[in-house]
């Protein structure tokens, strides 16, 4: 698997987790900040 389709796949399982329980929970549970889960987001 390429780079890219693996931030695909890694984005779209943070984006999935953030929307099931939360930016607070996703961040802890993927072990980066809430700022970059919200900017993510906007992409």
């Given at each position: 698997?390429?780079?890219?389709?693996?931030d695909?796949?890694?984005r779209r399982?943070?984006?999935?987790?953030?929307?099931?329980?939360?930016?607070?929970?996703?961040?802890?549970?993927?072990?980066?900040?809430?700022?970059?889960?919200?900017?993510?987001?906007?992409?």
């Amino acid at each position: 698997m390429n780079r890219i389709t693996q931030d695909m796949k890694y984005r779209r399982s943070l984006m999935y987790c953030a929307g099931k329980y939360g930016v607070s929970r996703a961040s802890r549970k993927h072990g980066i900040g809430g700022a970059c889960i919200f900017q993510a987001k906007a992409l």
